[in-house]
């Protein structure tokens, strides 16, 4: 049972124009624990007949938001942020009930999620315009920036809290009103982020949450209605194409957060029982269910035995479990159809000749759990080279030259985050350019943070969230021409 001290921060209702609402239709949905399979609660299933009304309220409710000061704006979001800290230990556990995380990942989660709120309430009073130099002494030239206008968002279960924060704060910051749809999976913690923003004074309309279970029906609605002027995806590749494909009826400004195949490059000359700790968090975070996870280790063959010596080792210290239970490191994975995805991968891998020296199976503790896995004799032609595995397990690859591994670190659609060990400043720098990511972490296994810009090339997105970039994707340009000067 989910013991909260501030229980009204479960929520069954969504919350749409400042007010909690039930689906038309009268119809709910469950919510699971994938730890235990049990249904946590029953929640309204919206669908897209409210969508649209959250829409028009949003729209409505733009006029004032935009027209208040960036200091106003700005100290709403500070006060949910700081409701947010305040309420951490709760909404951590309604976190890990819908999505498995260790309560501790769910903490800090809540946090790094919150960190976006403060940090772009920090940037709200710092949209600069620009005046520039005209080609005619009567004329003066004026670049302000305004807010895009309606901003929706369709986010995945693996971060529940934190890939809203992340789009909502800078929305909300620039002058966007905001119309989130959670997972179908884990629309708790967004629902508890509706309770606090409401708390906090966000005015009516300003942000929404509409939980349902038809992503793609509330998908269609937000991504037609010419009344939304900004969409905002994290989520695969595929999906995001679609959603890509139909924002281009009604050319609406874009942001995809898509999938990724991370490289985890370790070097003969790096510090190799800092890889190894790198690597571990790195991959097996959120079970290994992130887009920046490590996806495919690449170590040089004169420290590869060593490596997966200590690698294995350390993935064997590993305690899996629920995520309620305060030693648990490795919780479950979202759905047991997710079991089956894993172990696709793995039984390809290990027919085409891949070794495991670790794991290989499902966990024994639930049909949501999966063993923490090391593949070695691992190559190119697995499937799990080319596709997010989006679980606990860890192909290690052997390679000789540097040239040879960023061929192959680069030889994917995608370009999320990499990775690489390294203590050679040279290689250093000829590595960090090399690599075709939109981030690079360098002797560093954990990278984001609000400070900084997250976001892919390739076909793992468009914009950035987060730092000092992180509004531009929801302004727009103005170019003032002033004449008869
Ligand atoms: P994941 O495998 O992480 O769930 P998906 O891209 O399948 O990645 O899903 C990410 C989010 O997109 C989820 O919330 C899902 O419900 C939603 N989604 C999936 N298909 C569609 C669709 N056709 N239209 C709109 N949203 C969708």
Redesign the pocket.
Known sequence: MLELKNTALLRTQSYVNGQWIDADSGETFAVTNPATGEVITRIANLGPAETRRAIEAADKAWPAWRKATAKERANVLRRWFHLIVDNVDDLAKILTAEQGKPLTEAKTEILYGANYIEWFSEEAKRIYGDVIAPPSNDKRIVVIKQSVGVACS?????FPSAMIARKMAPALAAGCPFIA?????TPLSALALAVLAEEAGIPAGIFNVVAGKS??????E??SNSLVRKFT????????R??QT?CADTIKKTSME??GNAPFIVFDDADIDEAVKGAIICKYRNAG?T?VCANRIFVQEGVYDEFVEKFTAATKALKVGNGTDPDTQVGPL?TSK?IKGVQELVDDALQKGAKATIGGTPHGLGECFYAPTVLTEVNAQMRLFKEEI?GPVAPLFKFSSEDEVIRMANDTEFGLASYFYSRDIGRIWRVAEALEYGMVGINEGIISNEMAPFGGIKESGLGREGSKYGLDDYLEIKYLCMGGV
């Open positions: 369709i986010t995945p279960w693996n749809k959670p997972a179908s999976e992503a793609r029906e509330i998908g269609a937000m991504t995806f994290t989520g695969s590749t595929a999906v995001g679609l959603l139909q898509l999938g269910q887009c979202i997710a989006f």
